[in-house]
């Protein structure tokens, strides 16, 4: 008889582990879709596969909200859904050529960065430490990433594959990473 009550009448902290649950799933969900939403806000340039592409700014957010396994598993999905023919990726593309093309690296690169970005970051959500580590950590895996796919696949030159995927996003993604840092700590106030 106990033991129903107990099914019956669940303890508070079930209650509350179960919110919780719920709470980061539909985090979860929410980031997966501002991930696939952000990266149609995109637009090429002339001089390399890569574009601009409001998606890096979701991979730093999802970083500097979300606990590492979380990030990685966010992440993980998005390039799952990419990877399957869902068009989430850049401009509205899908496929496994994404992530083993000349821009596959920056997609790897995402996924890597965010893990890492969040867990450099622990529990803090201090302004300057977030740019710190976004531009200090999660730029730098991200490059990293998109240079080793560009040179590997595009058969560039070490300066070329520099020109191609770092040179021409450097300031506008210091500036992605620095909003990303403005918008979580605005959401660490309203409890997220």
């Given amino acids: 008889m106990s033991e129903m009550r107990e099914n019956l009448h669940p303890s508070a902290a079930a209650v509350t582990g179960q919110r919780e649950q719920v709470r980061v799933m539909t985090a979860s969900a ?4 501002l991930l696939a939403v952000s990266a149609y806000i995109s637009f090429p340039l002339p001089f390399t596969p890569a574009m601009v592409t409001a998606l890096t700014i979701m991979v730093n957010l999802v970083a500097f909200v979300m606990k590492p396994k979380q990030a990685g598993i966010i992440l993980g999905i998005y390039l799952l859904l990419g ?14 050529i994404k992530l083993i ?5 920056f997609n790897l690169g995402f996924l890597v960065a965010a893990i ?5 970051r622990g529990n803090s959500r201090s302004f ?15 490059y990293i990433g998109g240079c080793i796919s560009m040179y590997a696949v595009a ?6 594959t520099l020109v191609m ?13 620095v909003l990303a840092a ?11």
């Fill in 155 to 160: 058969k560039v030159g070490v300066w070329k």
């Fill in 182 to 192: 403005f918008l979580a700590n605005r959401l660490q106030r309203y409890g997220f």
């Fill in 165 to 177: 995927a770092v040179f021409p996003f450097l300031i506008g993604d210091t500036l992605k990473v």
């Fill in 101 to 105: 093309g000349p821009t596959g690296g």
């Fill in 128 to 142: 300057k430490k977030l740019v710190a580590i976004g531009i200090c950590v999660g730029m730098p895996i991200i």
């Fill in 30 to 33: 929410v980031c997966v879709a």
């Fill in 116 to 120: 890492a970005m969040s867990a450099g």
């Fill in 83 to 96: 990877a399957v023919g869902v068009p989430v990726f850049v401009g509205g593309t899908s496929g496994l």
